[in-house]
């Protein structure tokens, strides 16, 4: 699917068919027919009518997802763990720090134990750019990973709460 990293030289340039290639092996391999539970969990739910019994339903399954660039962690964000390289081309594009797909060298998605990282590799150009700018991204809503830089940090220990109206 992804070029392994022992046979990768560095700085290796992805010509714009070889990238469409490797995109295109990646969504035939990973396509709903091909491979349907890929991001689906089966899990026990209980409908509100009936509390007594509970029934097995699918659910969309994410997990926390890096995305490192050229060695250095950029963003955290919850993420199906499906079509990683579409979603660190279109992520790199939509906060423009790429300007075309062809400024990506080589992308290699490593799950890890508290998530998956996605390594891209930039341009030196582009990487330099985006090291010049570096994005803080807080996440307003949610789940509370958006904004965080390294997985690490996802299972960091939470303070106790002090209010007399805490749950405890």
């Known amino acids: 699917m992804y070029n392994n990293p022992s046979t990768v030289k560095p700085r290796r340039y992805l010509n714009h068919s070889r990238q469409e290639e490797m995109m295109n092996k990646h969504l035939i391999a990973n396509a709903p027919e091909n491979n349907t539970d890929a991001c689906m969990v089966k899990r026990p739910v209980w409908q509100r009518?009936?509390?007594?019994?509970?029934?097995?339903?699918?659910?969309?399954?994410?997990?926390?997802?890096?995305?490192?660039?050229n060695g250095i962690s950029h963003v955290v964000m919850m993420a199906t763990p499906k079509d990683l390289a579409a979603f660190a081309i279109g992520?790199?594009?939509?906060?423009?720090?790429?300007?075309?797909?062809?400024?990506?060298y080589d992308i290699q998605p490593q799950p890890v134990c508290n998530g998956i990282e996605v390594h891209i590799e930039l341009s030196?150009?582009?990487?330099?750019?985006?090291?010049?700018r570096r994005r803080s991204m807080t996440g307003r809503t949610g789940c509370g990973v958006c904004g965080v830089e390294q997985l690490q940090e996802v299972t960091r220990p939470l303070a106790r709460c002090r209010s007399a109206n805490a749950l405890i």
């Not at 009936?50 to 995305?67: I, Y």
């Not at 992520?91 to 990506?104: N, P, Q, R, V, W």
């Not at 030196?124 to 010049?132: D, H, I, N, P, Y």
Request: proline share 2%; net charge negative.
């Open 124 to 132: 030196s150009r582009r990487f330099m750019q985006l090291k010049e």
């Open 91 to 104: 992520f790199s594009l939509s906060e423009g720090i790429i300007d075309a797909a062809d400024e990506i």
């Open 49 to 69: 009518d009936n509390l007594q019994q509970a029934q097995e339903d699918w659910l969309a399954e994410e997990v926390p997802v890096a995305l490192v660039y």
